[in-house]
């Protein structure tokens, strides 16, 4: 079975500072993607990355960062010099890449940038 | 190119009353997903459709039913409705599978 484990419920930190948000996984496929999502007050989930299975290299888009490792079957988010803007629900997801495969979601880690 | 738009964006019911959502996913998608979100249970999974096809399912009782039209837009529908279905419902559309699903901003529902 698949699943998505983000073990950091709630994370507060001052703005400016780096902040790594946690994800781990678990499937048996050996091909599948991974996925970060941002849910701001407004309620909307805005996509973030697809990274797939076959590419394991680091991706970098500002402030953001992603580290996929393998070999851990984890999925990290970092953000660099946080901003207030920054304060949302981020989620991590997982999904096969067969036709009928659905996306499975962490429960989420809320991120608190304090001013 | 416009995202994916959910109406209406508040509802207050009330129990043992029935609702219906609606859902436009992005121009050219032909997949739409909803999920039920809770403080408690975090993302739920309900359906999927592809073409009017439900390709799949969560775990929710049959009083949760959707249905996708020729033009790819979705409607869910709650019957019976009960005071743990306060939640928002979220919809989300893809081109096809496996693609990236791109969400809209939810209904928030509340039972009284």
């Known amino acids: 079975a698949q699943k998505v484990t983000q073990a950091q419920t709630e994370i507060s930190v001052v703005e400016k500072e780096d902040v790594t948000l946690d994800c781990v996984y678990e499937?048996?496929?050996?091909?599948?993607?991974l996925f970060w999502y941002k849910q701001p007050p407004s309620g909307e989930l805005v996509f973030l990355i697809r990274?797939?299975?076959?590419?394991?290299q680091n991706e970098i888009s500002g402030r953001y960062s992603w580290n996929f490792q393998k070999s851990t079957s984890s999925f990290n988010f970092t953000i660099t010099a946080s901003q207030v803007v920054d304060s949302a629900v981020y989620f991590c997801?997982?999904?096969?890449?067969?036709?009928?495969?659905?996306?499975?979601f962490g429960k989420g880690t809320r991120l608190h940038i304090l001013p | 190119k416009a995202g994916v738009t959910q109406t209406p964006r508040y509802l207050i019911k009330t129990r043992g009353q029935q609702v219906t959502l609606s859902c436009s996913p992005i121009?050219?998608?032909?997949?739409v997903s909803w999920y039920q979100q809770t403080p408690g249970q975090g993302l739920q999974f309900l359906f999927e459709?592809?073409?009017?096809?439900?390709?799949n399912k969560g775990n929710f009782p049959g009083r949760f039913s959707g249905r996708q039209f020729s033009n790819s837009r979705s409607e869910m529908n709650v019957s019976t409705l009960e005071l743990g279905d306060s939640a928002l419902y979220l919809c989300?559309?893809?081109?096809?599978?496996?693609?990236?699903?791109?969400f809209g901003p939810g209904t928030r529902l509340t039972v009284l």
């Open positions: 997801a997982l999904s096969g890449m067969n036709r009928d495969d659905k996306i499975i």
């Open positions: 990274r797939n299975s076959f590419d394991e």
């Open positions: 459709y592809f073409s009017e096809t439900q390709r």
């Open positions: 989300a559309s893809r081109l096809g599978s496996p693609d990236t699903q791109y």
């Open positions: 121009s050219g998608h032909r997949s």
């Open positions: 499937t048996r496929d050996t091909t599948y993607y």
